[in-house]
């Protein structure tokens, strides 16, 4: 695959030149090279693949419809990736396993510049809520004290489904924050947290954790 220059005659175009291949994704054409379809192979590696798609994709359907979806969007910008689309797969296909398993450990659902605070651990939980403790950093360009805390939730009875807990008010200079529950089934509950700029233009990555209730 290539990038045309700007000032290329061919700069904007899209569609298919003998055995080449143009498209313009975000103002930038693309070329490469046309390899002809051959029949489905079903290789076991081949298959896992597939299964690890699907279910990265079944998990970004939820990522659209919350904050998730601008974190990602800002770090695809700040990275230089295609979209936050394509940031989130690269990120999460490989802890989805065979049979539509994952491995809620290695998923990442927030990047970015700001600093997580040092110290930051699960201090308590029961069924109704979690409990968070960490250092306040000083303030500095990547660590704010008005930097909000969210948390971004997967329950046992949606296994594809992450979503951000409403009704946490912490932020960065509080030191600890509580963190509501909602109430489901028991099981593992695995936990993503991260701070925010108080105007949503900028995330950390996030810590993970997980409770068993």
Known sequence: MGILDT????????GKIGGIVLYTVDGKTYFRQHVPQHADARTEKQLLQRQRLITA???????KNCLLYDVFSLAAVQQHRRSGYHLFLKLNTNACGKDYTI???LLTFSQG???????????GSNDRQAEFTWSNCQEQ???RGSDRLQVAAIFPDEPFRVKILPGIDAVRKDGYATVPLEKRPGGEVHLYCFFARSDLKSFSDNR?????R
């Open 113 to 123: 510049q700001l600093q997580l605070p040092f110290n930051f651990r699960l201090s």
């Open 57 to 63: 994709q079944t998990l970004f359907q939820s990522v």
């Open 103 to 105: 491995d809620y450990s």
């Open 7 to 14: 000032d290329s005659f061919m700069h904007g175009a899209s």
């Open 208 to 212: 993970y954790f997980c409770i068993n």
């Open 141 to 143: 360009t990547t660590a």
